[in-house]
């Protein structure tokens, strides 16, 4: 059973950072990536991470702004986000997979103020 639980999210001003973690990601998986949706919009992809760090990916919209690391010693994952929008608004899902598929955290929700 791969529990994931996200943490971090919150209200905050344009220009602000705020940093979200997704603990329950220590087995070993492929990939580890972070998806956001918001209102009336699907959900998209945001950054990814493979398990040995050697290849990162972002989507163009975040490139720059956003960084995704993880730490294999607490099972953690971290989405850092700078000089945020408020198009940045949306729950923000963590995302991990393995051979049998792709498990999903249950969100935390980032709002943006203009």
């Known amino acids: 059973q791969v529990q994931l639980v996200e943490s971090g999210g919150g209200l905050v001003q344009a220009g602000g950072s705020l940093r979200l973690s997704c603990a329950g990601s220590g087995r070993t998986f492929s990939r580890y990536a972070w998806f956001r949706q918001a209102p009336g919009k699907n959900r998209e992809f945001v950054a990814a991470?493979?398990?040995?760090?050697?290849?990162?990916s972002y989507a163009d919209s975040v490139k720059g702004r956003f960084t995704i690391s993880r730490d294999s010693a607490k099972g953690t994952l971290y989405l850092q986000m700078n000089s945020l929008k408020p198009e940045d608004t949306a729950v923000y899902y963590c995302?991990?997979?393995?051979?049998?598929?792709?498990?999903w955290g249950q969100g935390t929700q980032v709002t943006v103020s203009s």
């Open positions: 995302n991990v997979r393995n051979i049998v598929g792709d498990y």
């Open positions: 991470i493979t398990r040995d760090g050697g290849s990162i």
